[in-house]
T-cell receptor
Framework: DQQVKQNSPSLSVQEGRISILNCDYT??????FLWYKKYPAEGPTFLIS?????DKNEDGRFTVFLNKSAKHLSLHIVPSQPGDSAVYFC???????????FGAGTRLTVKP | NAGVTQTPKFRVLKTGQSMTLLCAQD?????MYWYRQDPGMGLRLIHY???????AKGEVPDGYNVSRLKKQNFLLGLESAAPSQTSVYFC?????????????FGQGTRLTVV
């Protein structure tokens, strides 16, 4: 069973607009949530994370929001740039081990 | 700075053949992982290691074996390849096993079993 779900396989936005990528999880033991970005023919790279004791974490153009009661998190990219076009993976992990569970990914396309 | 390097990048195997995927990291990380990525499934953990000489099973370990004889290397073996093992394999390493620690990934190995 997939404990982390990204229900949108793809998302297309115009350059300069906001991109919102969503992620849902089922396991209440998850305490950390991470977003990874993946370009073709490369491995995933870490983008941003959030702890379950917070509801928001911001890093430049990237903000992650966590709604623990709804078991939902989202990644906002503002403004979106063509270089942001990639597959974004949501991952979740318990506190005391790095047994990350990944979502299936969302392919973001930012059109110039 | 190479980071995490996987060898080979591509491989085609016949059913029943064996092979070993090599992962090397130069960041002195204690923890290393092998994942597989399949369409619609995300990345799933096969095996991991919390230090030299130690390994443990992940979410989908069947059909794979691993070894960590040196801290910088983590090997993934397929003893008798099956078409269901056609996938993209990623190795990763991290400095801590805590859940908030980012993992560094290799570029992946695309394996096709025919």
């Amino acid at each position: 069973d997939q404990q982390v779900k990204q229900n949108s396989p793809s998302l297309s936005v115009q350059e300069g607009r906001i991109s919102i990528l969503n992620c849902d999880y089922t396991n209440s033991m998850f305490d950390y949530f991470l977003w990874y970005k993946k370009y073709p023919a490369e491995g995933p790279t870490f983008l941003i994370s959030i702890s379950s004791i917070k509801d928001k974490n911001e890093d430049g153009r990237f903000t992650v929001f966590l709604n623990k009661s709804a078991k939902h998190l989202s990644l906002h990219i503002v403004p979106s740039q063509p270089g942001d076009s990639a597959v974004y993976f949501c991952a979740a992990s318990p506190t005391f081990n790095n047994d990350m569970r990944f979502g299936a990914g969302t392919r973001l396309t930012v059109k110039p | 700075n190479a980071g995490v390097t996987q060898t080979p990048k591509f491989r085609v195997l016949k059913t029943g053949q064996s092979m070993t995927l090599l992962c090397a990291q130069d960041m002195n990380h204690e923890y290393m992982y092998w994942y597989r990525q399949d369409p619609g499934m995300g990345l799933r953990l096969i095996h991991y290691s919390v230090g030299e000489g130690t390994t443990a099973k992940g979410e989908v370990p069947d059909g794979y074996n691993v070894s960590r004889l040196k801290k910088q290397n983590f090997l993934l073996g397929l003893e008798s390849a099956a078409p269901s093992q056609t996938s993209v394999y990623f190795c990763a390493s991290s400095k801590s096993h805590r859940g908030n620690t980012e993992a560094f990934f290799g570029q992946g190995t695309r394996l096709t079993v025919v």
